[in-house]
């Protein structure tokens, strides 16, 4: 990937993750060039990678549009989550060390922070240092394959409902402070049973969110 793709993937990215760019929009390549300062050429491959990212969608005509997730594309990404994280909590143990202090760093910035979308961003930085933690590459790689669309979702979600910040912020910081103190103190079984009451838990705080369903 040449240094001009890789800032377009990043900058197309950043825009469809904000919601800069909606769910829907044509990202036609020309046009797209043009608003980017850029040829056709990276905003093909771009569009190339963040549809393998599962953030862009080609319809049969060849177009390329920003993804709509359905209810359906999360029930499908939290199937993923409850089978990936819980493993990989399993596997955290004596590999936590080196990954403590990123951990403690993440959950005192969460603490902080101003919006719900970057309560969010933590949320997931912070779930994937676990899988790091894991010291399976493969594991790692499958987790790390899901997260954009989680992103995309999660930050589909907060726009379309109002969620308050300090509870959001609380409720996140209180559940992985607990998870690491597990992962300090507890056994393998014992952490991998609360990673997946958290995300069980995640699925259900979601659904009892006041607002209309996100479709």
Known sequence: MTPLTDTTVA???????????????????????????????PVR??????????????????????????????EELYAMRLLLEPAGARLVGANLGPHLAALEKNIRETASVSTVSEVTSLDLDFHELLMMAAGNSRLLRCWRGLRPEMQLWLGSLHRQRDFELQDVNRETVRAHTELLECMKNGSPAKAEALLRKHILGWKLWIANQPGEPVD
């Open 11 to 41: 900058t197309l990215r950043r825009e469809i993750l904000s919601g800069t760019l909606s769910a829907g929009t044509k990202l036609a390549e020309a046009p797209v060039a043009k608003r980017l300062g850029v040829s056709r050429v």
């Open 45 to 74: 491959e771009a569009l190339v990678i963040l549809a393998n990212e599962g953030l862009v969608q080609f319809k049969e005509t060849g177009r390329s549009f920003v993804k709509h997730l359905s209810h359906a594309d999360f």
